[in-house]
Each structure stands twice: as C-alpha cells, then as structure tokens.
C-alpha cells in the first residue's frame, strides 16, 4: 500500500504565498517523478509543476517565476513554494507521483501512478 497526503492549502489575498506539501509512504521502492496539479471549477486538471528524481523541473508558462517545486528524497516528500499569488491560481491542487511500490519483501514490483487526495487554494482578490 502507498498514500500520498497533500496538505498546505488554504484562504489566503492576492500577493500572498502558502507552501504545498505532499508526503509519500507505505511500501515504496521508489520515487520517480513528482508533480504538483490544479483543477479549478469547471475546468480540467493542469500541470502547475514537475520534478525529477534527478531533480529537474519544468513549470506552466502561467505559474513561472512566482512558484518553486522541490523536493526532499530523504522525506519522500514534494514541496510547492507559491508567491505572489493571484485570483486565478485558486483551484484544488493535486500532487501526482510515480512510484514503484514493492512486496513484503522489499522487492520492486512495478511503477504506478499515485494521487493525492487534494488541498484547496482560494486566493482573494
């Protein structure tokens, strides 16, 4: 079994900044790439941000210079650095990894993709 919690997000004004956690546990071998995602009401899930295991990252054109991804191996954790936040970066926001879980044994036995259950992101203007 592998959970994904993501926690962070909450009510906060325009210009404002709140940092995104997402924590990874249970029976992971390893951890691949990790991303941060948004959907906002009525619209469809987006890439905000992604990070390697090797530590490379790419951002949505939208989100670029304001928003940091990270990430801690040792914590398996990924972070989402947000500033200079605007109205229109509130939606739910979601983090999606790749993960090879393995058996009881520790053995690998394949990658799959994890979601986490979500945060809210509300920015006032």
């Known amino acids: 079994q592998v959970h994904l919690v993501a926690s962070g997000g909450g009510l906060v004004q325009a210009g404002g900044s709140l940092r995104l956690s997402c924590v990874a546990s249970?029976?992971?071998?390893?951890?691949?790439?990790m991303g941060w995602y948004r959907q906002a009401p009525g619209q469809q899930r987006e890439l905000v941000a992604r990070?390697?295991?090797?530590?490379?990252?790419n951002y949505a054109d939208s989100v670029k210079g304001r928003f940091t991804i990270s990430r801690d191996n040792a914590k398996n954790t990924a972070y989402l650095d947000m500033n200079s936040l605007k109205p229109e970066d509130t939606a739910v926001y979601f983090c999606?990894?790749?993960?090879?879980?393995?058996?009881?044994?520790?053995?690998?036995?394949?990658?799959?993709?994890?979601w986490g259950q979500g945060t809210q992101v509300t920015v006032s203007s």
């Open positions: 249970g029976s992971i071998f390893f951890i691949g790439d």
């Open positions: 999606g990894v790749d993960i090879t879980y393995s058996d009881v044994t520790g053995t690998p036995v394949a990658m799959k993709d994890y």
């Open positions: 990070i390697t295991s090797g530590g490379s990252y």
